[in-house]
T-cell receptor, first 110, second 116 residues
Framework: GQSLEQPSEVTAVEGAIVQINCTYQ??????LSWYQQHDGGAPTFLSY????GLEETGRFSSFLSRSDSYGYLLLQELQMKDSASYFC???????????FGKGTRLHILP | GAVVSQHPSRVICKSGTSVKIECRSL??????MFWYRQFPKQSLMLMAT?????????EQGVEKDKFLINHASLTLSTLTVTSAHPEDSSFYIC????????????FGEGSRLTVL
């Protein structure tokens, strides 16, 4: 089966940097994705890592270590609009499913 | 990016009726679509994997006779909640992965179902 662990809540200050960690257990692994979801809305794709290392997309970066079954999402120069829930998700190469973690609620203080 | 359209966005129905939700990929073909269910402040729970031209694969604990999924074309999947009950009230979200793509899911806007 598959399981993902990520913190339930994180609080940071506007303009700061925050890191959201995700550890996973999966039977077969393609890659780790990150999604953002604002209240009442649908998830939107942020990043995808299939190989070890850091992927940077603007203010957001994502890291993966396959050997440690670990990844993180790094958000820089936090803005109030970044207040949302962030989900890590893994795709298994055995059953082709994409399973989501329970999500991390990011609170940003002015 | 790719666009997935989901309709209706909100639906209220009486207990015992059936509700159909449509999910369309507007600018790409999707051999695989996924249906998720989400309760307030919780994660997305995978209900089933919809495969074009074949039967859907349901997750453990999801009643296939209650949640009927049809994927008749490469751009359309439908979820029908049959004989809906108040406990079926939830946010249902479809997603699609373009053929050949591995990591990115494109989500519909979601459908909020309220069963009275």
């Amino acid at each position: 089966g598959q399981s993902l662990e990520q913190p339930s809540e994180v609080t940071a200050v506007e303009g700061a940097i925050v890191q959201i960690n995700c550890t996973y257990q999966t039977s077969g692994f393609y890659g780790l994705s990150w999604y953002q979801q604002h209240d009442g809305g649908a998830p939107t794709f942020l990043s995808y890592n299939a190989l070890d290392g850091l992927e940077e997309t603007g203010r957001f970066s994502s890291f993966l270590s396959r050997s440690d079954s670990y990844g993180y999402l790094l958000l820089q120069e936090l803005q109030m609009k970044d207040s949302a829930s962030y989900f890590c998700a893994v795709r298994s190469n055995r059953d082709d499913k994409i399973i989501f973690g329970k999500g991390t609620r990011l609170h940003i203080l002015p | 990016g790719a666009v997935v359209s989901q309709h209706p966005s909100r639906v209220i129905c009486k207990s015992g009726t059936s509700v159909k939700i449509e999910c369309r990929s507007l600018d790409f073909q999707a051999t695989t679509m996924f249906w998720y269910r989400q309760f307030p402040k919780q994660s997305l729970m995978l209900m089933a994997t919809s495969n074009e031209g074949s039967k859907a694969t349901y997750e453990q604990g999801v009643e296939k006779d209650k949640f009927l999924i049809n994927h008749a074309s490469l751009t359309l999947s439908t979820l029908t909640v049959t004989s809906a009950h108040p406990e079926d009230s939830s946010f249902y979200i479809c997603s699609a992965r373009p053929t050949g793509n591995t990591g990115e899911l494109f989500f519909g806007e979601g459908s909020r179902l309220t069963v009275l």
